[in-house]
């Protein structure tokens, strides 16, 4: 249980040396959602204003035949004990109703009330996950999730959302590469708290797929059912195939029907589930309160429709809110939100506010806010503490109990004018604002952050398009590698880019000639990664000459029959044989002095002949000559027009049989699809590929199909020296350029006279 869900002070706190407390208790959270309103109604009790957005409770009248039911039921004397199932009636009404909505037949043998929904996590899990058992729950999530998960023995195994184009998405590629053999459940909460995200039918059937691929329980929350708006009607995972042996739902009245306070919530699912929720019932409240599930009855049962038209008038003033709300935040310095279809909160991305106002903590920022504004909400880390790679900020906005003239316009009006004015502050002391599209070695960012106001992207993939154009837009500087185009689309959307640090060598990526027409500086890394692609190449030409990937994998597969045979797995030396080098500079001479070492005569071709290395007995040929003489070719070439598909299916064919052909330069150098056809047809003997056309590499592409292609993801220069030598570079052009020193290997030389006419 992360801190973050815990209440403050000791978990377990000892009365006497002989009356402890029970240590499990240690992994027993809290819903801190009460933990922030306790700290606001305190403020509020000692004169200062509050405008409370920060639980998700309705200021709305629980519809008056639910009132006159529960009335009527008392006056009756429903005040004693009762089936500790429910009453039977409440359950006929569930079933009917909810199997209605969700298009699917239920028995109330199928419902098991409960006072509220809460108390149904505990009992789910309770009945089907043992102790050490993975559970897959949604962070940021209901804070209960994770506290019951971890207080019952099982192991917490979050899964996360990311913005989507209209709002917030689960995560599904993280979600899959989360099941093991271990995975029991997975609880699944769409129309969910707090983000608002509503799963798309695809993304729903693709839920549905892996739940019933993996053979999982799954926990459907659908305390939001009804709470959608422009006019959506709610859809239930149960009702998909598969699911719905499977899928348990958790049911409550309190949010559809204004009834937070009246406690009344089902278990819904296969009766042998229910059956032993019902048994943990027995053992914990005995039953539900009566007269309220006889108040209950109406809100299933509607009669007249009443109750519906008074859930339509709630739901129409709540997306008069829902609207009004988010118009005002996104108009507020610092904040940005998605509409959401459901539930009544706004999760804001406050990535910028928290840069504004000079936080990085999630208590610090929303404590400073509440204290000079008067507005109270809750942070991400009340749904669960932020999970690795997380780097946007977020807060949470209830509207539910916010009335329009006490609280959303004077507390949105106050939040703008300080935001507003931190702004101001802001800018006079900001520093350059640099954003990396990727993290690099820590000491990268330790020696750049006294410099620069730094902001880094922590997924694999780097940012989309979308995400690089609008953070470039808002930067001074950036960060970038060989997948990051910066063409002039991006330049013309960034009118504050100065500066471009290149992690690479290469720079195929960067459109020069515009970056020199906008003013803005270009540095690379270049010298530090010699050595090491240097070893890579070798370690990939010996891989494939000598057959060792191959090899492991015979091995591996249990084909290794014999004890040792003269012919088995043959391969090819170096020493003695013609090394040809495509491309002589850096990295070309090495791996000429490198080979000749091992005894190999090298051949080179280059568009500049190299005198001093003619005169040390290596031949300059042309390219075709070269491809025909040697056994060994490697490629150190830059890539330009002429250079693309310079390795083509002509060259390929005038190579030796024996040929093994290594390219760590660029992937484009090389026709790849003439390539693998090479290699399959046994025109040459083999390949090591670090560098592709397309990276990551399809699934599909033939050189799959090839045993004597050894292909790695782009390593020429992962080594952790090396890696930490180019963040060091980058950060040294980074701190010259912001502190006016010479930069320390600027690409594009021809900047600084545009830069000077500029200034002039």
């Not at 798309?200 to 839920?207: C, G, L, Q, R």
């Not at 690795?388 to 109990?401: L, M």
């Not at 040929?659 to 290699?679: E, F, M």
């Amino acid at each position: 249980m992360s801190a973050a869900q815990r209440p403050p002070g000791p978990a377990v706190a000892p009365s006497s040396a002989h009356h402890e407390m029970a240590a499990r208790l240690e992994h027993l959270g809290t819903e801190n959602a009460y933990l922030v309103s306790n700290e606001a109604f305190a403020r509020k009790a000692a004169g200062h204003v509050v405008y409370p957005f920060h639980i998700g409770d309705l200021n709305f009248s629980t519809p008056g035949p639910i009132v006159e039911a529960c009335k009527a039921a008392l006056d009756a004397g429903k005040t004693r004990y009762c089936d500790f199932h429910g009453v039977q009636a409440l359950r006929a009404a569930m079933a009917a109703n909810i199997g209605r909505e969700r298009g699917i037949t239920l028995s109330e043998d199928e419902v098991v009330v409960q006072p509220g929904g809460k108390p149904v996590i505990a009992k789910f899990l309770q009945t089907v996950m043992n102790p050490g058992d993975e559970v897959l729950y949604p962070s940021p999530g209901y804070p209960i999730y994770e506290s019951q998960i971890e207080f019952l023995g099982g192991r917490c195994v979050p899964y996360t959302f990311r913005e989507g184009a209209a709002g917030f998405e689960i995560d599904m590629a993280s979600l899959r590469s989360k099941v093991t053999g271990n995975t029991k459940v997975l609880i699944y909460n769409n129309y969910q708290n707090p983000t608002g995200a509503t799963s798309s039918d695809a993304e729903m059937a693709e839920i549905a797929r892996l739940a019933v691929d993996n053979d999982l329980w799954v926990l459907s929350d659908e305390a939001y059912f009804h709470l959608l708006f422009d006019g959506r009607l709610g859809k239930s995972i149960i009702a998909l195939p598969g699911m719905r042996e499977r899928t348990v739902l958790l049911v409550t009245t309190s949010k559809s029907w204004a009834m937070t306070g009246w406690r009344v919530g089902a278990a819904v699912g296969p009766r042998a589930v229910c059956d032993m929720i019902a048994k943990l019932v027995t053992n914990d409240e005995g039953c539900s309160n009566q007269f309220v599930q006889w108040g209950a009855i109406a809100a299933f049962t509607d009669p007249g429709g009443v109750v519906s038209r008074a859930r339509g008038e709630m739901v129409a003033k709540l997306q008069q809110r829902r609207d009004l709300m988010y118009r005002l935040i996104n108009e507020i310095p610092g904040f940005r939100a998605f509409l959401p279809v459901a539930t009544f909160y706004l999760y804001v991305n406050a990535t910028e506010a928290f840069r504004i106002v000079g936080h990085a903590s999630y208590e610090g920022f929303r404590k400073q806010l509440l204290r000079d504004t008067g507005v109270s909400f809750c942070t991400r880390e009340h749904f669960g503490q932020a999970l690795p790679g997380e780097t946007e900020k977020y807060v949470r906005f209830a509207y539910s109990g916010s009335r329009t003239d006490d609280h959303i316009l004077p507390g949105m009006q106050t939040l703008k004018r300080y935001m507003e004015q931190k702004e101001r502050e802001y800018r006079a002391r900001a520093l350059p604002r640099v954003f990396a599209t990727r993290q690099c070695p820590q000491l990268t960012f330790d020696l750049i952050r006294p410099h620069v106001d730094l902001e880094v992207w922590e997924g694999e993939d780097g940012p989309p398009r979308d995400v690089l154009l609008a953070k470039a837009k808002e930067c001074d500087g950036l960060i970038t590698l060989l997948t990051d185009e910066v063409d002039e689309e991006l330049l013309a959307a960034a009118p504050r880019l100065r500066l471009i640090s290149q992690l690479a060598v290469g720079f195929n990526n960067i459109d020069l000639a515009a970056c020199t027409r906008h003013g803005v500086a270009v540095t690379n890394t270049p010298g530090v990664l010699t050595d090491t692609v240097v070893e890579t190449t070798f370690a990939l030409l010996f891989a494939a000459s000598r057959r060792i990937a191959e090899c492991d994998r015979y091995t591996r597969a249990g084909e290794w029959n014999v004890s040792w045979h003269p012919l088995m797995k043959l391969g090819w030396d170096l020493k003695g044989a013609t090394l040809g080098i495509v491309g002589l500079g850096r990295i070309g001479q090495q791996v000429c002095d490198v080979a000749r070492a091992f005894g190999a005569r090298v051949v080179y071709h280059d568009l500049r002949r190299n005198r001093p290395f003619e005169d040390k007995g290596v031949a300059y040929l042309s390219l075709d000559d070269l491809c025909r003489t040697s056994d060994f070719i490697t490629l150190h070439t830059l890539l330009c027009e002429s250079t693309h598909h310079l390795i083509n299916a002509e060259r390929l064919a005038m190579m030796k049989k024996n040929c093994v052909l290594v390219n760590t330069s660029r992937g484009p150098i090389v026709d790849q699809r003439a390539l693998a056809a090479a290699l399959e047809s046994g025109t040459i003997f083999g390949a090591g590929l670090d560098v592709f056309e397309q990276e990551p590499v399809a699934k599909d592409d033939p050189l799959f199909r090839c045993p004597n292609a050894v292909i790695v993801p782009h390593i020429g220069s992962a080594s952790f020296r090396t890696r930490e030598a180019m963040g060091t570079l980058v950060a040294r052009n980074q701190i010259a350029f912001w502190t006016g020193t010479p930069l320390v290997t600027l690409v594009n030389q021809d900047w600084q006279d545009t830069r000077a006419n500029k200034e002039a």
